[in-house]
C-alpha cells in the first residue's frame, strides 16, 4: 500500500520497521526497500523479496553522523571530510565494520556501507526509528536484483505487490543511486559513480580518488564488494544498446519500415524519412548529466512497458560529469 508521509505514516512505518517488516522508502536517488539493519532476520527478508544473492551487500542508512560508530569500527580522516561535506547526501562510504554488528548487511563482509540521505522523509523515518531502538536501516533499491531501479513509489509497488508498505516521497530528485567511495584501503577509491562526482570527492578531502581497479600492490588487497557494481545490473526486459549519434540515425535508415518496436532515448528527434518512425518510440535525452539522470530509470521503465524489445540509447559524453549516467548504461546493456 502506498502511504502519503505524515506524522501518522511516519511512526507506522518506523514501528513495522521496528517488528522486523520491509518498508519501501524515499530517498534523493532511488526508492530503497528498508529493515532493520541490525536485525539479521529481517534483513534476511530483503535479499528473499529482491531475489538478490545473499552475499551482495546493501547499504545502510542513517540519520546522522551519530549513529557511525555503532557499526563502524574507524573512520579514516578523509572520511570524516566527506561526511561533513556531503551527509546528508547520495555518497555512500565503505567502512570496517564493527565485529558483530550487521553481519547480514554487509553480506559477510568484515566492511560496511554507510548513507545519510537527504531526503526529508528519509531523515523523519530515520528518527521516528531511532526513537524506538532501530539505529538504521539497511535499504537496497526496491526492486527485482538486477533490474532497473524504481523513482517513484508507483514503480515499487510495480515490482514488488501491493502488500507492502510503501511511503510516497514523490519522484526521487537525483534519480541514480549513490556514489559509493571505498574507504578501508588508507585510500579514497571510486567504486560507483553517481551525482557526486570524483572531482568534487577529490576537493573535499584533499587526497588523489583512485579507481577500483588500481593495481592490488598499490591497496594492498581487493576492493571490498559494493552494492550496484555487477557487469550487469539496472536492466530493462528490453535489450539495451548504446550507440553514437551517427550510428542511431544510420541503423534507422538502414531499417526503414522495419523498424518496429524500438525504444529510443536521444538527444536529437531522428531526421524524419519516409518510414522511419512509426515503429520507434522517442524519448528526448537532456542535455545536462543532471536532468538525464534523473530522467534515466524513468525513461527506460515507460519504454519497457510499452513492449518494445530493443532500446537504442545514444551515447552520454565522456566528460566526468557524466560518470554515473555512463556507468548505470553500461551495465544496463551489459
Known sequence: MILSANEATLAQAAQALCDGQLVGLPTETVYGLAANATDDAAVARIFVAKGRPADHPLIVHVASVDQVPLF???????????????????????????????????????????????????????????????????????????????????????????????????DCAVGIESTIIDCTRGEPVLLRPGHITRTQIEKACGRTVLDKDAPQEVLGQPAPRASGTLESHYAPRAKVRLMSAHDIQAKLQALGPHANNLGLWSAERPASQEGVGAGVLWRQQANTAEQAAHDLFSVLRDLDARGVTQIWVQQPPDTPEWEGVRDRLQRAAA
Not at 561533513?84 to 570496517?96: K, R, V
Not at 559477510?108 to 539505529?135: M, T, Y
Not at 526492486?143 to 509497488?157: D, E, I, L
Request: charged share 10%.
Open 72 to 170: 563502524a569500527a574507524q573512520v579514516p580522516d578523509f572520511a570524516h571530510k566527506l561526511m561533513q561535506a556531503f551527509w546528508p547526501g547520495p555518497l555512500t562510504l565503505i567502512l570496517p565494520r564493527q565485529a558483530g554488528v550487521a553481519t547480514a548487511s554487509a553480506g559477510g563482509q568484515d566492511s560496511i556501507g554507510l548513507r545519510c540521505p537527504s531526503h526529508p522523509v528519509a531523515q523523519a523515518l530515520l528518527k521516528a526509528c531511532l526513537a524506538l531502538g532501530v539505529q538504521g536501516v539497511s535499504a537496497p533499491s526496491a526492486n527485482r536484483f538486477g533490474r532497473v531501479s524504481p523513482t517513484t513509489a508507483a514503480h515499487v509497488q510495480s515490482e514488488l505487490g501491493p502488500d507492502l508498505l510503501i511511503l510516497d516521497g514523490g
